[in-house]
Each structure stands twice: as C-alpha cells, then as structure tokens.
C-alpha cells in the first residue's frame, strides 16, 4: 500500500521564478492538503482539496494556488517566488473532507529553496 | 497563525523517563491530533481525539483532552533514544472543509 509520495524531493529557484509541486495521495484517499513549513516552524495549513474543488484556505496569497485531478492527486503552484518561500513544502492526505476520523497521513515534503 | 501552542518549547530527558508535552489552543475544535518529525522530514501521525473523548492511549503514548481548558496532553512513558524528534499537536476544525492548524512543537531529545 503506497503511502502519500511527493516529487521533486529537493528544487532550487531564483527569485521571481515559478514552481509546481506534485502530490500523490495514499491509496484510497481523496482528500489532499498542502502545508509549508520554514525552519523551525510547525507546519502552516496553504489549502485542501476535495473533490478537485478547494475547500479550506489558510492564510496565503494568490501566489499560491492549487489543483486536484481526477486521480486525486494534487499540485501546488507557486508564482513569484520570494526568498520567504524557502521551506519544506508538505502534502498530506485523508479520508472525506468532513470524515471524523480525519487522521492525516504525510508525505516526505518537498524542500524548496529561494535564491 | 498557529492555533496550538506546545509547552514546553524544548525537554531533554534521560531514557527511561517520560516526556510530558502540552498543548494549548484558542477555538471550538473537532479532533486533535499529535504528530512526531524527525529531522524536518516528513510527519508521523500519532495519534488522534476527538472533541468528544478525554483520554486515549497508543502503545506508550497517552494522550488527554480538556476541551473547557482548551488542552491536551502527550505522555509518552519509558522513553527511548528513538524518541528524539519534535512533536507537534494540531487543531482540527471542520467548516465546510476541514482545517488543520498546527502548533510550533515540542522539540524532545533523549539522552542514552
């Protein structure tokens, strides 16, 4: 049973630039979120996915945006890259937007880097 | 913005103790759930409460929600090196999807 796979592991941008992340969720889930994570830092909740609609956002600008394909599975897009960035870019998955057992389980992240 | 908040920031333990971790959060929850991350990798879920249960256990974690004080707690007994990592508790609050708010985490390190 594949758990929840992201890809690129590691990426290197340049200011300005744009980045896409990609997520696959654990078999059998259809729900995806995306959390960024700096140095240090707990996780920050971006968005989720259901149903190939968002259905929550954090607090993150328009940069950020998103998509889930029919498969499930989830891209992250980030446009004008700043340095701020820079973090561990996680994507989770679940079971339903609102099942009561909405245990997340985690990919390995993406770490982007902003120079 | 962080919802939770853990305490303390940081604990060293020797093996063999346990390691209490606290969490404390602001709004109205459905479930909480607590998570272990090893050297900034990728997450490790715990363990998870829901709104309407005050205690859990998993192994050697136990876990305690006081939704009046707006708390909860992760005991983990008998402690091992392996435990080292941070742990994070994270807050979730369905409103028409469901919203994951983690805290700054806890970061455990204990000593052979």
């Known amino acids: 049973d594949a758990g929840v796979t992201q890809s690129p592991t590691h990426l290197i941008k340049t200011r300005g630039q744009q980045v896409t992340l990609r997520c696959s969720p654990k078999s059998g889930h259809d729900t995806v979120s995306w959390y960024q994570q700096a140095l240090g830092q707990g996780p920050q909740f971006i968005f989720q996915y259901y149903e190939e609609e968002e259905r929550q956002r954090g607090n993150f600008p328009d940069r950020f945006s998103g998509h889930q394909f029919p498969n499930y599975s989830s891209e992250l897009n980030v446009n004008a890259l700043l340095l701020g960035d820079s973090a561990l870019y996680l994507c989770?998955?679940?079971?339903?937007?609102?099942?009561?057992?909405?245990?997340?389980?985690f990919g390995p992240g993406t770490r982007l880097l902003v120079l | 913005s962080q919802q939770g908040e853990e305490d303390p920031q940081a604990l060293s333990i020797q093996e063999g103790e346990n390691a209490t971790m606290n969490c404390s959060y602001k709004?109205?929850?459905?479930?909480l759930q607590w998570y272990r991350q090893n050297s900034g990798r990728g997450l490790v879920h715990l363990i998870l409460i829901r709104s309407n249960e005050r205690e859990k256990h998993s192994g050697r974690l136990r876990v305690t929600l006081d939704t009046s004080k707006k708390s909860s707690s992760l005991l983990i007994t008998a402690s091992r090196a392996a435990d080292t990592a941070s742990y994070f508790c994270?807050?979730?609050?369905?409103?028409?999807?469901?919203?994951?708010?983690f805290g700054a985490g806890t970061r455990l390190f204990v000593k052979a």
């Open positions: 709004t109205s929850i459905n479930n």
């Open positions: 994270a807050t979730g609050t369905y409103t028409g999807g469901f919203k994951t708010i």
């Open positions: 989770a998955s679940s079971l339903g937007v609102g099942h009561p057992q909405e245990t997340q389980y």
